[in-house]
């Protein structure tokens, strides 16, 4: 199983940025996928999570109504609309498969190897 992220880099705050994950190696019906990040010196953080089969999403408080996750069932690939960035949304993220809709990272089972994400004039 392999999830690939990308989409990272350098934006100026309020500026917009989204995120791929590519996963392959196994079927992921009834799969959650799910966003994180790691800001330096913090713990990773729960950022947003989908429901691969129903398309229900969810997402932590800091970065509803400016963060959309979304997929693509033909593509296995899962996407997260970054806009209003700002500096504090500095971090690698990074995407994560598991069975349930869970703010745990210990609750996913495949991780992706993270991108950057760098908000700064």
């Known amino acids: 199983v392999q999830l690939q992220a990308s989409g990272g880099g350098l934006v100026q705050p309020g500026g917009s940025l989204r995120l791929s994950c590519a996963a392959s190696g196994r079927s992921f019906n009834n799969y959650v996928m799910g966003w994180f990040r790691q800001a330096p010196g913090k713990e990773r953080e729960f950022v947003a999570a989908?429901?691969?089969?129903?398309?229900?999403?969810y997402y932590g408080d800091s970065v509803k109504s400016r963060f959309t996750v979304s997929r693509d069932n033909h593509k296995i690939t899962a996407y997260l609309q970054m806009n209003s960035l700002k500096p504090e949304d500095t971090a690698v993220y990074y995407c994560?498969?598991?069975?349930?809709?869970?703010?745990?990272?210990?609750?996913?089972?495949?991780w992706g190897q993270g991108t950057l994400v760098t908000v700064s004039s």
């Open positions: 989908i429901t691969w089969n129903e398309g229900s999403t």
């Open positions: 994560a498969a598991g069975l349930l809709v869970s703010i745990r990272t210990r609750d996913y089972d495949y």
